[in-house]
Nanobody, 121 residues
Framework: QVQLVESGGALVQAGGSLRLSCAAS????????MGWYRQAPGKQRELVAH???????KYADSVKGRFTISRDNAKNTVYLQMNSLKPEDTAVYYCNARILDSGSAYWGDYWGQGTQVTVSS
């Protein structure tokens, strides 16, 4: 059984910074891509940042230059460093990972439970 657990969400003032973490645990054989998504009230979930197993990254236009995604493969953990936060960054942030369970022959998409980020103006 595989789990993703996020941490690091908080209330922060505009212009501030936060670092989100997401640790994968359980019967993991291999992890492919990992990413962060967010969902604001009344809006659809959207991709924030994505990182491949080789370290290639991509970002939503709205966060380019402000957010940085990274991963520690030895710890099965992905991070999201968020700088120059804006009120419009307020959302629940979800971690996603494509994981091969050691007990399965198939890759699965796994999600964390979400962590709230609130940016006050």
């Amino acid at each position: 059984q595989v789990q993703l657990v996020e941490s690091g969400g908080a209330l922060v003032q505009a212009g501030g910074s936060l670092r989100l973490s997401c640790a994968a645990s359980g019967s993991i054989f291999s992890i492919n891509a990992m990413g962060w998504y967010r969902q604001a009230p009344g809006k659809q979930r959207e991709l924030v940042a994505h990182i491949t197993s080789g370290g290639s990254t991509k970002y939503a236009d709205s966060v380019k230059g402000r957010f940085t995604i990274s991963r520690d493969n030895a710890k099965n953990t992905v991070y999201l460093q968020m700088n120059s936060l804006k009120p419009e960054d307020t959302a629940v942030y979800y971690c996603n990972a494509r994981i091969l369970d050691s007990g399965s022959a198939y890759w699965g998409d796994y999600w964390g439970q979400g962590t709230q980020v609130t940016v006050s103006s």
